[in-house]
């Protein structure tokens, strides 16, 4: 599995239904945080494409937080 280890996700960018599988947080919780402009997403070119959060730019952010 190249998506998940140690915690760490590194794949740029994936659905809302694979970040939520993988994060443990809901999808309906996902899709919240999403609108809020809370995780990042990709642009999309038309409004059938599905939305991919931006998972590298997710984790820079984290990263660079301060606690």
């Known amino acids: 599995m190249n998506e998940l280890s140690n915690g760490t996700i ?3 960018s994936m659905t809302i239904q694979r970040y939520a599988l993988l994060s443990g947080e809901s999808e309906s919780g996902v899709k ?3 609108a809020a ?3 990042p ?3 999309r070119e038309g409004e059938k494409e599905r939305v991919l959060i931006n ?6 952010r984290l990263s660079q937080a301060q606690y």
């Open 37 to 39: 402009g809370i995780y």
């Open 32 to 34: 919240r945080k999403v």
């Open 41 to 43: 997403t990709l642009d």
């Open 10 to 12: 590194f794949v740029p």
């Open 55 to 60: 998972v590298a730019l997710l984790n820079k």
